[in-house]
């Protein structure tokens, strides 16, 4: 599962309800990511039966407006996401990375023409590695890795 596509649909979801403009916005986040239709129902599925049935109705679907922030700013990453990669394959690799991690992590930086920065922060030790503070934009990749938890 993308743990992008994931923390995507926990921001489209956030007051209980999807909005044309979040699904619309989901849409978008799919061809980004390079997921395919199979993909993405899986995650949906999971997303669906974990995360939905808990949620409280609340809204009119205004988690939109959290998700189209959240995708502008991973898009406005461009030039420096292979360096949050490296430095954060780097920190995983320092305090333990676990396989799903590797998996998860990988799979987010494939998506994102990354997969070579973030295996190299984790693979050659002897590549200096500049250690950098992530975007809020890159928590959920942060989290995949144990760098950080929900209440951070």
């Known amino acids: 599962m993308?743990?992008?596509f994931k923390h995507a649909l926990d921001l489209a979801w956030n007051d209980g309800r999807?909005?044309?403009?979040?699904?619309?916005?989901?849409?978008?986040?799919q061809d980004f990511?390079?997921?395919?239709?199979?993909?993405r129902g899986v995650v949906e599925e999971k997303h669906s039966d974990e995360e939905v049935p808990?949620?409280?109705t609340r809204g009119f679907g205004?988690?939109?407006?959290?998700?189209?922030?959240?995708?502008?700013t991973l898009l406005d990453l461009d030039e420096d996401?292979?360096?949050?990669?490296?430095?954060?394959g780097r920190s995983a690799?320092?305090?333990?990375?676990?396989?799903?991690?590797?998996?998860?992590?990988?799979?987010?930086?494939e998506s994102m023409g990354c997969e070579f920065d973030f295996a190299r922060g984790v693979w050659e030790p002897e590549?200096?590695?500049?250690?950098?503070?992530?975007?809020?934009?890159?928590?959920?990749?942060?989290?995949?890795?144990?760098l950080m938890s929900e209440e951070e």
């Open 2 to 4: 993308t743990i992008l």
């Open 18 to 29: 999807l909005s044309r403009r979040g699904a619309v916005l989901l849409e978008n986040l």
């Open 33 to 39: 990511l390079d997921l395919s239709d199979h993909e």
């Open 54 to 56: 808990f949620l409280i």
């Open 62 to 72: 205004s988690g939109a407006d959290l998700l189209d922030h959240w995708m502008a």
């Open 81 to 88: 996401l292979p360096l949050f990669l490296v430095s954060m």
């Open 93 to 109: 690799l320092e305090t333990g990375i676990t396989k799903q991690g590797w998996m998860d992590v990988s799979r987010a930086a």
């Open 127 to 146: 590549y200096e590695v500049e250690s950098l503070e992530w975007p809020d934009a890159l928590k959920p990749v942060a989290m995949a890795l144990g």
